[in-house]
Nanobody, 124 residues
């Protein structure tokens, strides 16, 4: 599976961005698809994930209520709507995918497939 992430950019604090992750090579059926982020000098951290087949969603506490992850069957794409962005949300965001990932491992950064990062910059 090849993942293509898009939608990053520069936004003022309080603003919104929408990231998208498209797959080529196969569909996301039975995959968990999500996002991790990494800021300079910090470890890579889980942001959000969705189970393609069941629709279950998972969020980091730091983004809950502000970010929404969703799927688009027709486009075979997962999106991350980010609202009320804060300077601490600035990072490189990576799209990830893994087949049949169990709930207990949704937040661990050892997914099989990673897209190229997309930069999110939030100005204060």
């Amino acid at each position: 599976v090849q993942l293509q992430a898009s939608g990053g950019g520069l936004v003022q604090a309080g603003g919104s961005l929408r990231l998208s992750c498209a797959a080529s090579g196969r569909t996301f059926s039975n995959y968990a698809v999500g996002w991790f982020r990494q800021a300079p000098g910090k470890e890579r951290e889980f942001v959000a994930a969705i189970r393609w087949s069941g629709g279950g969603t998972y969020y980091a506490d730091s983004v809950k209520g502000r970010f929404t992850i969703s799927r688009d069957y027709a486009k075979n794409m997962v999106s991350l709507q980010m609202n009320s962005l804060k300077p601490e949300d600035a990072a490189v965001y990576y799209c990830v995918a893994d087949y049949g990932r169990i709930a207990g491992r949704i937040r661990t950064p050892d997914y099989d497939y990673w897209g190229q990062g997309t930069q999110v910059t939030v100005s204060s």
